[in-house]
Structures are given as structure tokens and as C-alpha cells.
T-cell receptor, first 118, second 111 residues
Framework: DGGITQSPKYLFRKEGQNVTLSCEQN?????MYWYRQDPGQGLRLIYY???????QKGDIAEGYSVSREKKESFPLTVTSAQKNPTAFYLC?????????????????FGEGSWLTVV | GQQVMQIPQYQHVQEGEDFTTYCNSS?????IQWYKQRPGGHPVFLIQ?????EVKKQKRLTFQFGEAKKNSSLHITATQTTDVGTYFC???????????FGQGTELSVKP
């Protein structure tokens, strides 16, 4: 089945530790995104990538890093610099990056990863 | 900066009652999208509206895009327990086209 696969679904991080969340898509989408979801705050954009080997900061990029070495993969690293990392992380992809009027910016989400600091 | 606001944040209804959530943008949008996130799940695309004043229906759900393309609404007729979840609206940013999401409206339905 085509889709977006995130792993792990649940992850526990110790203070001062970096962790990496995996995101793989087989939809042949060019654009990929990472969102963070906290209760009552909707979805906030962390990083996005419109093409391989290129990515841009979103609204809350501090304390996070990404890479886009392959079209299918967009891993997110939550670094120790992220002071409040406990949240639900959603990876997403879309067909056409940067389109403002077409259906190309419709986003397809993975099932999410729950990260908890212990 | 550009903002997309949704109200209400929470809505509790009795099964069979109607429900409406409203979405307002600080800028004119080229299109607006609606997503539904079930409890414990991930957001799933419902629909996209493009034209000024557009109205689309999906069974008991009615979506409307305002004439000025700055607001939208989702109305559910005769809610069912399967409607439970958080409904998000989203519109493309003025620069770059990436979606900006509203805060969502969490709907709970009492049987």
C-alpha cells in the first residue's frame, strides 16, 4: 500500500539525549514536512523539504534538525537543545511544493510518533 | 503574520444535534482545506474548496468557502459518535504555498 510510514510510534528520551524519528514515503511526493502537535495548539511546522538535498526551517525549527538524502526519506532529529520535546510528531508529504492554487498542496500524514521525555 | 483561526476550540453535543466550526484567515486564501483527526490518530484530508462562495457536501457534512475567500465553515447535520475528533482547516501561506493550519475544533458527541 502507498503511504507514509513513521517509526517508532512511541519513543522515550532521556534528558540531554538526541533522538531521531524516521519518516518514509512511497507516494513519490517531492515535498515532505514535519509537524509538531501539542494539545490546543494545532499543527506547527518544524521543517519542510521541497526537493532532495534541500530543506527549510518552519515556524519552530529550534532544537530540531533534518536531512533529505533520498526522496523517500525525511528523518527528524530532536536534539538536546529542544527544551520541551514531549509532543506528538507528524510527518507529511505532498505532490507539489509551493503551489498555492492547485490540489498539489494537499497534505498526506503519517500515523505520528509520540515522544516523551523521561 | 498570516494567521488562520478556528472557533470554537471545543464543542460537546448530544448525538443527533448539529455542529458547526468556523475558520477565519487574516488574508485572502487561494483555497482552503479541511482535515479530520480521530482521537489518537493522524489528520486525514476531507476536502478542498477553491471558488468564492463554493459549497460542497459529503453526506452529512457541508463545507462552505466565503465570498471574500477569507473564511470557511464546516457544518455537520445530525452528529453521530463516528464524527468525534478534531477538525482542522488549512490554507496556503502567501509565500511558498505551504499550508498553515487552524488550531482545530475538537468535537465530542454524547450518545
Amino acid at each position: 500500500d502507498g503511504g507514509i510510514t513513521q517509526s517508532p510510534k512511541y519513543l522515550f528520551r532521556k534528558e540531554g539525549q538526541n533522538v531521531t524519528l524516521s519518516c518514509e514515503q512511497n507516494l513519490n511526493h517531492d515535498a515532505m514536512y514535519w509537524y509538531r502537535q501539542d494539545p490546543g495548539q494545532g499543527l506547527r511546522l518544524i521543517y519542510y523539504s521541497q526537493i532532495v538535498n534541500d530543506f527549510q526551517k518552519g515556524d519552530i525549527a529550534e532544537g530540531y534538525s533534518v536531512s533529505r538524502e533520498k526522496k523517500e526519506s525525511f528523518p527528524l532529529t530532536v536534539t538536546s537543545a529542544q527544551k520541551n520535546p514531549t509532543a506528538f510528531y507528524l510527518c507529511a508529504s505532498s505532490i507539489a511544493p509551493g503551489r498555492t492554487s492547485s490540489s498539489g498542496n494537499t497534505i498526506y500524514f503519517g500515523e505520528g510518533s509520540w515522544l516523551t521525555v523521561v | 503574520g498570516q494567521q488562520v483561526m478556528q472557533i470554537p476550540q471545543y464543542q460537546h453535543v448530544q448525538e443527533g444535534e448539529d455542529f458547526t466550526t468556523y475558520c477565519n484567515s487574516s488574508t485572502t486564501l487561494s483555497n482552503i482545506q479541511w482535515y479530520k483527526q480521530r482521537p489518537g490518530g493522524h489528520p486525514v484530508f476531507l476536502i478542498q474548496l477553491v471558488k468564492s462562495g463554493e459549497v460542497k457536501k459529503q453526506k452529512r457534512l457541508t463545507f462552505q468557502f466565503g465570498e471574500a475567500k477569507k473564511n470557511s465553515s464546516l457544518h455537520i447535520t445530525a452528529t453521530q459518535t463516528t464524527d468525534v475528533g478534531t477538525y482542522f482547516c488549512a490554507g496556503p501561506r502567501n509565500q511558498g504555498g505551504k499550508l498553515i493550519f487552524g488550531q482545530g475544533t475538537e468535537l465530542s458527541v454524547k450518545p
